[in-house]
């Protein structure tokens, strides 16, 4: 009998419709797990684009990194930050984003915190990348408004020893200046700050000898629509900065918490890095109560990316509500 015919034949009966059925679905099925691996596997998409009235913001991730959380809290015990991030579908160990976002006004490109360049590994240091890949380039960036002087914020502004944002004005507060760039303060630092305080000053001091860095005490618009808001505690110059628009407004949080899943329900919980936590601890509490009670936009350097949403209040804990998008990668 002809091969052919024969499987032709065999086809026709009901039995192997039903296996041939079953076939395609099992292949259907493997290329959707391989689909769905490959997903798991691809790094946090690279921009995210919203608009706020008739401002253009785009988020930029500069990548991600593992954070223990049990040893980056404190006034915390490691037994609550298990059973928060359990709640949160999360490990102690969490996959840490960093944000910079560019905002489009008046003519000008103005990026928020510039990312952190090579200090921390392959896994972060891709701005300039995700800028590039998204239509941007650091060339364009006219302005840069740093939050604070922690180099997950500022270690982007040099790559090597590259400037590597050549036409951009760098903006922080004077308070945040003088703690990390003057001589005084830094001759008086203790020893195990003196790395952080070198760091800091690698990153901001090529820009200050360039004439390009600005500082500014609060109250007064730094452009159309921004405005630097005081929040400090995390460092000593903390600043937020508020973008309004046609009404509507989003508050750019930089470092006012690092881990959503424990300080949205644990506001008083702080972190190693802050300069003065108790300050820290009464920044954030007052950002979380003003942004749940006004209901505006949130952006915040280390949530995960794009790291925007909104905020609401139960009793004295809050709840995060994450921007909602779609993405073909991750998104954390
Ligand atoms: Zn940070």
């Known amino acids: 009998m002809n091969i052919y015919k024969s499987i032709s034949n065999r086809l026709k009966s009901a039995a192997c419709y039903k296996t041939l059925a079953a ?17 798991r596997f691809l790094p946090q998409p690279g921009s995210y684009h919203m608009m706020l009235g008739q401002i253009e913001i785009v988020a930029f991730s500069d990548g991600s990194i593992p954070q223990e959380l049990d040893k980056l809290l404190t006034n915390v ?6 059973r928060l991030t359990k709640q949160n579908f999360q490990q102690p160990t969490v996959e840490a ?5 560019l905002v489009k006004t008046g003519g000008k490109s103005i990026l928020i915190d510039a ?15 995700n800028m590039r890949a998204a239509g941007y380039n650091p060339e364009q960036i006219d302005a840069i408004l740093i939050t604070h002087i922690h180099t997950d914020h500022t270690g982007g502004l040099i790559q090597g020893d590259k400037i590597v944002f050549p036409n951009a004005t760098v903006y922080v507060s004077k308070a945040e200046a003088d703690y990390w760039l003057n001589e005084d303060s830094f001759s008086k630092a203790p020893a195990k700050m003196k790395p952080y305080f070198e760091q800091a000053r690698m990153k901001m001091l090529p820009y200050v000898k360039a004439g390009r860095v600005k500082t500014f005490v609060y109250g007064t618009e730094l452009f159309p629509g921004i405005m630097p808001v005081a929040s400090p505690g995390h460092t000593p110059g903390h600043s937020f900065y508020q973008l309004t628009s046609q009404g509507q407004k989003i508050m750019f949080w930089g470092d006012i918490l690092h881990s959503g899943a424990v300080q949205f329900a644990r506001p008083e919980v702080t972190i190693v890095y802050d300069v003065d936590p108790g300050r820290a601890a009464s920044s954030r509490k007052k950002a979380f109560r003003e942004a749940a009670a006004n209901g505006y936009w949130i952006a915040g350097d280390h ?14 804990a809050y709840q995060w509500y994450p921007i909602n998008y779609t993405t073909t990668g991750s998104g954390q």
Do not use: D, M
Request: net charge negative; hydrophobic share 40%.
């Open 97 to 101: 984003s960093v944000n910079a976002y």
């Open 115 to 129: 990312g952190t360049s090579e200090l921390y590994g392959p896994s972060l240091g891709h701005l300039p990348a």
């Open 23 to 39: 076939v395609i679905f099992f292949i259907i099925c493997a290329q959707k797990t391989i689909a769905q691996q490959a997903a």
């Open 303 to 316: 949530l995960s990316f794009p790291g925007i949403g909104h905020v609401k209040a139960y009793g004295n």
């Open 77 to 82: 015990e490691p037994e609550e930050v298990r």
